[in-house]
């Protein structure tokens, strides 16, 4: 792994500014990654923090350490572990965070590395879990499904307006030959929307690699719910950050925060917050970033 992949932390100052941490403080980032912003957490909860660092991907957890170290004056954990049991990692350290971050989907060192077909770009196999020591490929998932629930997980994941004619290519094609490599989901991608009817600012297939990847991973499933886990297990006056970037995601932050606050968290914006233009500029992935913060009030 290069330090090519040592990307940006997205809206790490706005994130910084929102967790209010100090000296001390109890933090949890949820979506580990390369850590990019677990390494400023740790500047500012030093001496005295506890940082816990959640991620389903054994290899970003692996970059994740190499980069973190054994950094002093803070107790670090770093743990193999869905953000949706977060709630029995923290039951288990004992710890109230101060502050926690989901900074949701996934990052270019993922996304880039044609072994997990996840990219169009390059072929590989159609696999494309983030955890490969459980569930199935996308491929055995797109050789089994029947085509409605195809096409309803590329409309709903992805988009995908021509859902109906992509499902039908998939069924064709594994009747001779069940799918193997991506390039296998673009050529049924391709063979359904007509050569005029596609869109030139992107690929053909990004909308339905993003559906099947967020379906292999079911990345959706469970959002609100690892949402209201979290919130329950902040510390008093304690802020949840979550940065997504996909409409249907930020969907179910929005609607949790609304379920939370009417039991009295405080939402920080009414609005979700995006990157600044400069930021946009610096890092292009930024650029549909929202970020939405809740803040535990516990009333006396
Ligand atoms: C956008 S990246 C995070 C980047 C990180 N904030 C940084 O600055 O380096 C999202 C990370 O969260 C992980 N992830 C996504 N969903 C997860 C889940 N349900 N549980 C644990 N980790 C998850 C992905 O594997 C990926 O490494």
Redesign the pocket.
């Known amino acids: 792994m290069t330090t090519a992949y040592v990307h940006d932390?997205v809206m790490v100052d706005e994130i910084l500014a929102a967790l209010v941490l100090k000296p001390g403080d109890v933090v949890v980032d949820?979506?580990?990654?390369?850590?990019?912003?677990s390494m400023r957490f740790i500047d500012a909860i030093r001496p005295g923090g506890v940082l816990v660092g959640?991620?389903?991907?054994e290899s970003?957890l692996a970059i994740a350490k190499q980069r973190v170290g054994k950094p002093e004056g803070v107790t670090v954990h770093l743990v193999h572990?869905?953000?949706?049991d977060m709630k029995e990692v923290l039951v288990e350290y004992g710890l109230r965070p101060n502050g926690i971050l989901l900074?949701?989907?996934?990052?270019s060192a993922?996304i880039e590395d044609p072994n997990r077909g996840i990219t169009f770009k390059e072929d590989g196999p159609l696999d494309m879990r983030?955890d490969r020591s459980t569930g199935e490929p996308a491929a055995a998932l797109l050789n089994r499904m029947s085509p409605q629930a195809i096409q309803d997980a590329l409309e709903d994941f992805g988009d995908e307006k021509w859902a109906h004619r992509i499902a039908q290519k998939i069924v064709l094609r594994r009747k001779e030959q069940p799918l193997r490599t991506t390039n296998d989901l673009i050529e049924c991608v391709l063979a359904a929307i007509p050569v005029n009817a596609r869109e030139k600012r992107i690929h053909p297939a990004t909308r339905t690699f993003q559906a099947v990847r967020i379906l292999t991973n079911a990345?959706f499933d469970g959002l609100r719910e690892a949402i209201l886990d979290a919130a329950s297990m902040l510390a008093d006056k304690g802020n949840l950050a979550i940065l997504s970037y996909h409409s249907g995601e930020d969907r179910i932050v929005k609607r949790a925060f609304q379920e939370l606050a009417e039991e009295g968290f405080v939402l920080v914006d009414k609005k979700p917050r995006g990157p600044s233009e400069a930021e946009i500029g610096r890092n292009a992935r930024s650029r549909s970033a929202k970020l939405r913060v809740i803040r535990k009030e516990v009333k006396l």
């Open positions: 932390p949820g979506t580990l990654g390369l850590a990019g912003h959640l991620d389903w991907d970003m572990s869905d953000f949706r900074d949701l989907g996934l990052n993922q983030m990345e």
